[in-house]
Every structure is written in C-alpha cells, then in structure tokens.
C-alpha cells in the first residue's frame, strides 16, 4: 500500500470540518439535478483518486512537471463542482508550480493536498441526494 492510500484511510486532519469542504447542493446542481447522475461522478471521483494521487506522488518524487501539472489540473474539475473551492485552490497551487518549474516546496503542497483530498473523500462518502 503506497503512501497516498494510506493517507487515504488513516487521516488525521482536524483543521476544519469536512462538511466544510463539499456542498451537496452544488454536486446536485452540477449534475442538472440527477441524483443519480450526481451520485455516478462521486463514485468515479473517489475510485479514480487513489490511483491519481499515487501518479502525482510519483511525477514529483521524479520531478516529472508535464505529468505533475496534467494530474493537479485533472483535480480542478471535480473539486469545484463538488464545492471544495480550497482543496480546489491548493491543486491549482500544484499546478502553477509545476508549469513554472518550482519543484522545490512542491512534495510539501502535495501532502496539503492529500490531507484535504482525505477529508473531501470522507466526506463524499456520506452525502446522499433526495430521490424525486
């Protein structure tokens, strides 16, 4: 098991709640109001992230800046539409960094990232949507 799915299971960050970091409301609507729909891309979200957060621990532990920002970037999406504007932001941070070389200072954000990632996973595993 790599670090990152171990971060994944084992969190202990304790900054701020996690309902603080997705908006139930807004994966709703961002899914046109298809609780299913909804539903569907959380799944895909959190079976994706492991292996994505595996590959970026990787891409900057080898200085890899094409894939780091390619992998940061793929993150945005999601995160916004879930409502996780902050964690949102600290991808974006990555992906800055990575396009404009700044390797250094980069395995520290990604560990930033992957606590908050942590907790926005928690949490997704607990919003449920109204069926019309």
């Given at each position: 098991m790599n670090t990152a799915q171990l971060s994944l299971e084992h969190s202990h960050a304790t900054r701020r709640s996690a309902a603080d970091r997705v908006d139930a409301d807004q994966i709703?609507?961002?899914?046109?109001?298809?609780?299913?729909?909804?539903?569907?891309?959380?799944?895909?979200?959190?079976?994706?992230?492991?292996?994505?957060?595996?590959n970026l621990q990787t891409a900057i532990a080898e200085e890899d800046l094409e894939i780091?920002?390619?992998?940061?970037?793929?993150?945005?999406?999601?995160?916004?539409?879930?409502?996780?504007?902050?964690?949102?932001?600290?991808?974006?941070?990555?992906?800055?960094?990575?396009?404009?070389?700044e390797v250094t200072g980069l395995e520290d954000m990604f560990g930033e990232l992957l606590t908050e990632l942590t907790e926005v996973s928690r949490e997704l595993q607990s919003v449920q949507f109204d069926q019309p």
């Open positions: 709703l609507k961002g899914a046109g109001n298809d609780a299913e729909l909804a539903s569907e891309l959380i799944t895909m979200f959190q079976e994706d992230l492991p292996t994505t957060l595996e780091v920002t390619r992998l940061a970037h793929s993150l945005k999406t999601p995160l916004g539409m879930f409502g996780a504007a902050d964690v949102r932001d600290q991808a974006h941070q990555i992906e800055l960094a990575a396009k404009q070389s």
